[in-house]
């Protein structure tokens, strides 16, 4: 009679941890949907604000507080530190983007997980087009505040480093989390993930080549971008559509590069 009830006791603890694991990504679900949501609300309330003018006072105030106040040529700070913010803006460049993706894709790729791949790739076109066309459409000048201390060739809202960096960087974050064991690596992937979209976005404004706005609302759509990403590769998950998350997914995607 031992059997049978230790078989009861193993399904019932089965039950359990498959109804936990659906009710934390039914959560995360919803939770990923109300952060996209919100981002894009950002966006459509911001972008409301400067087609009207009204952000321009904070975007001037914000600008000149980066600048010698003798000089509005000469951004604050030493020459090498304006050399290092240029450096900085170039994580968030096309080049520096796609460079970073595509190898994450290819290893993806090797180690079995040509879903998620294809996932970061979806994550770096798809947001390139959506914000190509923002740019298209509100055709916003670039500042004429102060002088430009890189080079520009698009218009200037939103932001295309803030929120490709937004994109790219976060769901790359996103991919390390899905992919990691224990609750403080995955907070490291997010905090490396944030710190390098907001230090793209700080270096465009310090460079004088975007106001302040165009950044903020970079990082909304990017982000909204990004967390759609997420949450299709959520679902995309649930239905064994793409490689599972964890160490143990980890395990099997190797399992299958050995044979």
Do not use: C
């Amino acid at each position: 009679m031992a059997f049978p009830e230790q078989l009861l006791s193993m399904t019932r603890r089965t039950i359990h941890h498959v109804r936990h694991h659906w009710a934390r990504q039914e959560f995360l679900l919803l939770l990923l949907i109300g952060l996209g949501a919100g981002a894009v609300w950002a966006f459509i309330a911001l972008a409301d604000e400067v087609v009207e003018g009204e952000t321009h006072a904070f975007d001037m105030f914000v600008m000149l507080a980066m600048r010698n106040p003798a000089d509005h040529a000469d951004p604050l700070g030493p020459l090498w530190f304006e050399e290092t913010m240029r450096d900085v803006t170039s994580f968030g460049s096309t080049f520096g983007l796609v460079f970073v993706s595509l190898t994450v894709i290819f290893w993806l790729v090797l180690t079995k997980r040509p879903h998620a791949g294809f996932l970061v790739f979806a994550s770096l076109a798809g947001g390139a087009v959506v914000v190509n066309a923002l740019k298209y459409g509100f055709s916003r000048p670039r500042p004429d505040l102060v002088a430009h201390s890189a080079e520009v060739f698009t218009t200037s809202f939103p932001s295309a480093h803030a929120a490709m960096s937004a994109t790219v960087y976060l769901t790359l974050g996103a991919l390390v989390m899905r992919f990691s064991k224990g609750r403080s690596l995955k907070l490291y992937a997010l905090f490396v993930a944030v710190l390098l979209t907001i230090l793209v976005g700080l270096s465009r404004v310090y460079l004088g080549v975007h106001w302040p706005t165009d950044v903020i609302a970079g990082w909304a759509i990017g982000a909204a971008w990004a967390t759609f990403v997420w949450v299709v590769a959520l679902w995309l998950q649930r239905r064994g559509r793409i490689e599972p998350s964890g160490v143990q997914g980890e395990d099997a995607a190797l399992s299958a590069s050995e044979k």
